[in-house]
């Protein structure tokens, strides 16, 4: 059985399955009692074995059951939960299901993937995200598709306007709901979900599941089935890391001779910032090394131009904000560069899942300079992988910035300066021709300073 109801369960009453492997090599997809259209749709992508997560979600989604699912980056997700969604409509069925996701990128992936996987069959899909006039996206819906992918603030948009009536859907699903609350989609969420009063089939899909989509669960989803994929990831398994040691002064020159030297087919690599992309794109640009930057400041269409060159091969090196790292799946990435490493550790994870798509072998470098130590144990304890140095020998570090040097020198001034007040406010024996009143100080040392520890005014009395 593919799911064992019952076998475990959480404290909050969800039925939990705890898978070992990534791939479930003891069947195919022909296994999984999908219709002609779809199953040679799958064949046509090239896949043979589901996930163990779409061998997990498949069967039991096709029943109907509302489903929370946990599970990483690379896993299939996207798949497990559009198989069911189209297998649920079948034939024409306008505004039948619904897909939320967080961002721009991730709505134009996951309807091309719907795209992919209904080639055989009469379901329209439409794509409808912030960043594009609403008038472009307003005749795609007019048209009545059957598959609505988008984000949350673009559907409420158009639902406001009549255009996108809510009681219809009978599929609904959320992606990434986690990534959605943290950028502020709270209570679109809620009232999307909260004005559909219809009989519908919900999945939840998240990276990680906290207790306020614990409790978003109970309140939308009816008795539903929790899926934590917590084994194997396949990210980390098929990604080869590394890190190198370099000042931050270095960065831009190491990334140099790594694109120079190297010669990765097609590199991703993801800043901290959007200043620090459009000056890193600038750099290789000088360096007659052809980069394209995309981050959110970008007009939409100007992120379309760059992903459509990316997905054509027209492009080696994308220098991308994090925005672009939950929304970005080329299966021909075979490097990523965390030129700056993340703040937060699962952002990592998200980054090198840019490589190693469909079982595919990728390699993932990271810049790490003095001070990052902290972060690179973090990822480090998330991936439960131990990245290792590397280093170039032929790799020359530039000269000391003079900013730095004078920073240096300003730090090192100010040091002395410290030490040197500190030394004169010590205690010391009084000149010699002072008069010393030896009742008022006994041993004839007189203070300097205030005393190191004080009372604070913290004085114990009897007053209540």
Sequence with gaps: MLYRPGRDRTMTGFPMIHPDDIFDTTIGFADLALSDPVRRAIDDLGFVHPTLAQ??????????????????????????????????????????????????ELAIQVA????????????????????????????????????????????????????????????????????????????????????????????????????????????????????????????????????????????????????????????????????TVDALTEFLRRKKIDAQAIHGDLHQGQRNKVMEKLRGGELKVLIASDLAARGLDVDDISHVVNFDLPEDPEVYVHRIGRTARAGRKGIAWSFVSPGDGALLSQIEQLTNVEIQQQAFTDFEPGPVPEAVLRRRAEEQTRRETQAAQSSRMKTELPPAASAV????????????????????????????
């Design 112 to 275: 091309q993937e719907f795209r992919n996987l209904t080639k055989y069959t009469d379901l329209k899909v439409a794509a409808i995200y912030g960043g594009q006039p609403m008038r472009q996206q307003g005749p795609k819906l007019a048209r009545e598709p059957d598959i609505i992918v988008g984000t949350p603030g673009r559907v409420m948009d158009f639902h406001r306007r009549g255009a996108l009536p809510y009681d219809r859907f009978r599929f609904v699903v959320l992606d990434e709901v986690d990534r959605m609350l943290d950028i502020g989609f709270r209570e679109d969420i809620r009232r999307i979900l909260g004005g559909m009063t219809q009989a519908h089939q919900t999945i939840l899909v998240s990276a990680t599941i906290s207790d306020e989509i614990e409790r978003l669960a109970r309140k939308y989803l009816k008795d539903p089935v929790k899926f934590v994929l917590t084994a194997k990831s396949l990210t980390v398994q098929q990604v080869e890391q590394r890190h190198f040691a370099v000042e931050p002064w270095d960065k831009s020159r190491l990334l140099v001779h790594l694109l120079t030297h190297e010669e990765p087919a097609l590199t991703v690599v993801f800043c901290r910032t959007k200043q």
């Design 55 to 104: 061998a997990q979600i498949i069967p039991l989604a096709l029943t109907g059951r509302d489903i929370l699912g946990q599970s990483k980056t690379g896993t299939g997700k996207t798949l497990a939960f559009a198989v069911p969604a189209i297998e649920a409509l079948k034939d024409r069925a306008p505004f039948g299901a619904l897909v939320l996701c967080p961002t721009r």
């Design 437 to 464: 009143d030896a009742a008022r100080f006994p041993d004839g040392l007189v203070p300097r300073a205030m005393p190191t520890r004080r009372l604070g005014g913290r004085l114990r009395t009897r007053r209540r």
